[in-house]
């Protein structure tokens, strides 16, 4: 047996114990793989989508790669720990302490080469599938599979390196223990239970205080308050799990009566030792199911946002003229053009809109005939309007408008033609874009439209009006190609601000459907994708620590059985030492997410109005099930090996 | 009974033995290594099965118990002390001691009546509330014991009771042993290595490669006991690793 045997039996007879890391690490690798793919691929031909693909898949990478480099390291000094008894038996034996070195760096590269060369090879066997949901989200003509070196190369390169820090690093770990410390174990299971009250205490009442502020913080949403909640909730969870926990089970045990029960007993005594011990991964683990759960949650909550943009810009394609538009026509005819290549059917509806001063506000509004406005709202499906003369309605164009407008009756009057309107109300629709328009839009009846004669004051006739045309296309999401020139020209010269210097506006909201949905589409897949990695490697934590005390474990169920223990007695017992095991840290990232999503909804409602509590409750929904499951798997296995003795 | 133990290697671990033990009597069974002392234990203790015979505790045949009663049979009728303790890490002196009773569900009152009074009769009263970690093996052992008699049982069990305890705590413990056998007439079988643990029974029943070999009563006097068991060991020959040529003074 060569010095390389023995690293390589180490590792493939406990392949068992590695299983759980094993998959944690393959799976991380695949998924890098798959965004590199996705990175490199040359047939995104759109430049847009190459940004956002390139973009998205590199702070992918970057979030997977710190994430896994913290995992791996976690993990190899975990597995070291738990091996401590047998490198002291090496060094006993006479092994030096370079060649124990070498031992462990060896170990370490060949797990991480099996974990890299299974890695690559499912994710290149699924990268097709991912190509295909990918091309699904992005409304792609094609996506195929490609071969070439550079996904391989940054695959390789990155997660060697990462696997060669983790190796030396866990060289060092070791290096500081003597042998008789190594021999001893690291895990010395005393028993003893040791908390520090006032760390106790912090721990419950940080995590109250986090709570409340984001409670406080719903009223008013304050960015610098979010950090502070952030750290305090970080460290009231840390303290949660090393001393709080432990403050509330011996209170518990202080009482017989509670205590002294059949599954009780142990269930308390051993919950405590194995927080104890486990009081870090269980921080680390809260943690990343949090992070894990936001993640998803946050995604989905765009899907919300998307399912609202239909109703919040009803007209497909939207085009506005002033007096001086020279290009007014030029426009008209190559949009039609473009529709009519794109082979999509279409209604073009034309607003001849007047401009005057309404005597309330003094301001100028936009009025549009009844007749016209009814024209779009026929295809639109919304409702029509029956105006009397004299009479109004508004028609809102943002959000705000809906709010602040007055729903009550104002009296008016149409300044320069001195023509008298009573505002009847407000229409209950979106209809027109708010950049579009500039000013208050009014419908009347087409009788007060003639009556309208006037210029405004200082303007003349031809100046104090202006044209709208909107598009009516039913099949909306195929007009991404539409007017692709013109959506450059407004993004060009408005970029971000609200100022329109052009003589025309256009806006086409199939184009920004596909946008963002693919944006967005993407942020969903990454987070997904970045969440399974973290919550397979909060699963393999949990196992890992399982499995190195099982051996223990086994013994104490022998002598349990031995005193009369049944079989179910045994199973219920298993149950009360694993569960909190499985959920506390679940149940505290839950609770976590949970007001880290009423905030965020605090947060939504600001920004576009939008519900996300459907898809919030169904990602926790989600992920309990995954959490369920994944403790049934465990819960078998474990009981299986506890029997087997 | 016969105990085989199938394999690639079938191996008979006894071989057609035949004990009788009466209720209130000590007895302590000794043989070399491997000669079937522990298998003979795990069968009385009913987790191991005999391929032939029969075992009757109480007027009970636990081979024809369902996998349940047989453990609440255990519960209810047997007690055990181990050479290494096996007290749980987790639990208290106290806690450790009162376990059984929990696990069947005995009401808290009656419970903390029964530990202090086993506490009292082992002289833990003043541990209680440390844990196996925190106190020395001869305590740990007497907190086996409490654990063990905590329910009164018909039998204990005890395997080695004194192979981790120095010569003094050996002596306690073994003198607690043979107080509980005659106070509660409780029946106590023991498997030791050693001569001077099995000096304190009132019988001695040595086996070799799973068969009887040899049994001797004890007389007046434990010097005498002693000598007899030390002349039999010598004529057992094997590897009896703690043939030890002390003499008791």
Redesign the interface.
């Known amino acids: 047996m060569t010095f390389q045997q023995f690293a390589y039996h180490n590792v493939i007879r406990n392949s068992r114990v590695y299983a759980a890391f094993f998959m944690a690490s393959i799976f991380s690798v695949m998924v890098f793989f798959v965004y590199s793919m996705l990175m490199f691929h040359p047939n995104i031909e759109d430049q847009f989508l190459r940004d956002i693909a390139f973009g998205g898949m590199l702070i992918a990478e970057i979030i997977l790669i710190i994430f896994t480099l913290f995992f791996l390291f976690y993990s190899m000094s975990a597995f070291l720990q738990a091996r401590s008894k047998e490198f002291g038996l090496l060094l006993n034996l006479g092994m030096e302490k370079t060649q124990l070195n070498r031992l462990i760096f060896l170990e370490t590269m060949i797990i991480g080469a099996i974990s890299i060369t299974v890695g690559i090879f499912w994710g290149f066997a699924f990268s097709k599938f991912f190509f295909m949901v990918i091309r699904e989200l992005f409304l792609l003509d094609n996506l195929p599979l490609y071969l070439s070196w550079k996904p391989f190369a940054l695959t390789i390169v990155v997660f060697l390196t990462l696997f060669i820090i983790i190796s030396i690093s866990s060289v060092v770990f070791i290096r500081k223990n003597e042998i008789v410390q190594l021999l001893k174990g690291y895990w010395?299971?005393?028993?003893?239970v040791e908390y520090i009250r006032w760390k106790a205490i912090l721990g419950i009442v940080l995590l109250f205080t986090a709570y409340s502020l984001v409670l406080i913080s719903l009223i008013q949403i304050n960015v610098f308050l979010t950090f502070i909640i952030i750290l305090l909730a970080t460290i009231g969870t840390y303290f949660f799990f090393s001393d709080s926990i432990l403050f509330l089970i011996s209170q518990i045990r202080k009482r017989?009566?509670l205590y002294?029960?059949?599954f009780r007993?142990?269930a308390f005594?051993?919950g405590?030792?194995k927080v104890r011990e486990n009081a870090r991964m269980f921080f680390v683990v809260t943690i990343v199911s949090t992070l894990a759960f936001l993640s998803v949650g946050v995604v989905t909550s765009f899907t919300s946002f998307t399912s609202q943009y239909r109703e919040l810009n009803p007209v497909s394609i939207f085009y506005s003229s002033e007096w001086d538009n020279p290009f007014e026509e030029a426009h008209i005819m190559q949009l039609s053009h473009e529709l009519q290549r794109e082979n999509l059917s279409y209604e073009l509806i034309k607003f001849q809109v007047k401009k005057q001063t309404s005597s309330s506000s003094q301001e100028v509004v936009n009025l549009i005939k009844e007749s016209e406005f009814n024209s779009l709202a026929i295809p639109l499906k919304t409702p029509l309007i029956d105006l009397e003369q004299g009479e109004a309605i508004l028609v809102p164009s943002t959000q705000e408008d809906f709010r602040t407008l007055s729903q009550q009756e104002e009296q008016t009057v149409l300044e320069e033609s001195s023509v008298p309107i009573q505002i009847v109300g407000q229409y209950k629709h979106f209809v027109f874009p708010s950049l579009g328009i500039k000013n208050r839009t009014i419908i009347i009846n087409d009788e007060d439209y003639r009556l309208v004669t006037e210029p405004l004051f200082g303007y003349g006739l031809k100046e104090s009006t202006s044209t709208f045309y909107a598009f009516h296309v039913p099949e909306w999401l195929r007009t991404k190609d539409v007017g692709v020139d013109l959506d450059k020209i407004m993004i060009n010269t408005m970029g971000t601000s609200n100022i329109n210097p052009n003589p025309f506006y256009f806006v086409n909201p199939g184009l920004n459907y596909s946008i963002i949905r693919a944006t967005f589409s993407l942020l969903l897949f990454t987070g997904l994708l970045v969440a399974a990695v973290l919550l397979l490697a909060a699963g393999s934590f949990v196992y890992f620590k399982l499995y190195t005390d099982l051996e223990r474990d086994k013994?104490?169920y022998d002598?349990?059985?031995?005193?009369?223990?049944?079989?179910?007695?045994l199973v219920k017992i298993v149950n009360r030492q694993l569960i909190p095991q499985f959920f506390l840290p679940w149940g505290l990232a839950m609770v976590h997410s949970t007001f880290s999503f009423i905030f965020l909804q605090a947060v939504w409602v600001d920004l576009a109005a939008v519900s996300i509590a459907m898809e919030m409750l169904l990602v926790l929904i989600a992920f309990t099930v995954i959490q369920v499951s994944y403790f049934y798997l465990i819960r078998w296995r474990y009981i299986a090996h506890i029997q087997a003795s | 009974m016969t105990k085989v133990y199938e394999g690639k290697v079938a191996h008979l671990a006894i071989n057609q033995l035949s004990l009788e033990v009466e209720k209130g009597e000590f007895i302590a069974v000794m043989g070399p290594s491997g000669s079937g002392k522990t298998t003979l234990l795990n069968i009385i203790?009913t987790?191991d099965i005999p391929t032939s015979g029969d075992i009757l505790i109480n007027g009970t045949n636990p081979l024809h118990l369902a996998?349940?009663d047989l453990?609440?049979?255990?519960?209810?009728q047997?007690g055990?002390v181990?050479q290494d303790f096996?007290l749980?890490?987790?639990?208290t002196v106290e806690?450790n001691m009162?376990?059984?009773l929990?696990?069947?569900?005995q009401p808290?009152e009656l419970?903390?009546e029964k530990v202090r009074e086993i506490a009292e009769h082992l002289d833990l009263t003043a541990i209680l509330e440390k844990?196996?970690?925190?106190i020395s093996g001869g305590q740990a052992q007497r907190t086996a014991i409490g654990r063990a008699l905590i329910h009164e049982p018909a039998i204990i069990l005890a395997d080695e009771p004194t192979g981790n305890l120095d010569s003094k705590a050996a002596k306690d413990v073994l003198e607690i042993l043979t107080r509980v056998n005659q106070v509660s007439q409780t029946t106590i079988i023991m498997v030791t290595h050693d001569p001077i643990a099995a000096s304190y029974c009132d019988r001695v029943l040595f086996i070799k490669d799973g068969e009887f070999f040899n049994e001797i009563y004890k007389d007046d006097r434990r010097q005498t006991f002693f000598q007899r068991i030390l002349n039999v060991l010598s004529l057992l020959g094997g590897n009896v690793n703690d043939l030890s040529t002390i003499r008791l003074s």
């Open positions: 010395k299971h005393n028993g003893q017989k009566n002294w029960h059949p007993l142990l005594a051993e405590s030792i013994k104490q002598v349990l059985r031995r005193m009369g223990v049944t079989d179910q007695e | 203790s987790i996998k349940n453990s609440l049979f255990r519960r209810r047997l055990f181990f096996n749980l890490p987790a639990l806690e009162v376990l059984p929990t696990l069947d569900g808290v419970m903390k844990r196996p970690s925190e």
